[in-house]
Nanobody, 125 residues
Framework: QVQLVESGGGLVQTGDSLRLSCAAS????????MGWFRQAPGQEREFVAA????????YYADSVKGRFTISRDNAKNTVYLQMSTLKREDTAVYYC??????????????????WGQGTQVTVSS
């Protein structure tokens, strides 16, 4: 059973940067597309970014394009989300997710099979 554990969330000010990490265990990390999603209070979970198995292809929501960078280290079974120029509207619980091995990248949450517990990111002005 794949387990995902996020870390790195916190309280920051607008314009600051933050890096989230997601450590995976219990599966073949390098065979899985990984994604980041977020959910703000009263809103649905939304796609943030995804990365292919090799890391060669990356996908972003328009709202974070140019500010966020997803990356992965298959040797460390870890995926990262580097967030820069943070805005108040980035405030949310951020979730790491994994697809089953062998599947290609997807931008919708139902396509992901494994989820972390989430980490809170709060951006204040």
């Amino acid at each position: 059973q794949v387990q995902l554990v996020e870390s790195g969330g916190g309280l920051v000010q607008t314009g600051d940067s933050l890096r989230l990490s997601c450590a995976a265990s219990g599966g073949t990390f390098s065979s899985s597309v990984m994604g980041w999603f977020r959910q703000a209070p009263g809103q649905e979970r939304e796609f943030v970014a995804a990365i292919s198995r090799s890391g060669g292809s990356r996908y972003y929501a328009d709202s974070v394009k140019g500010r966020f960078t997803i990356s992965r280290d298959n040797a460390k079974n870890t995926v990262y989300l580097q967030m820069s120029t943070l805005k108040r509207e980035d405030t949310a619980v951020y979730y790491c997710a994994a697809r089953r091995p062998g599947y290609s990248a997807a931008l919708n949450s139902p396509s992901y099979d494994y989820w972390g517990q989430g980490t809170q990111v709060t951006v204040s002005s």
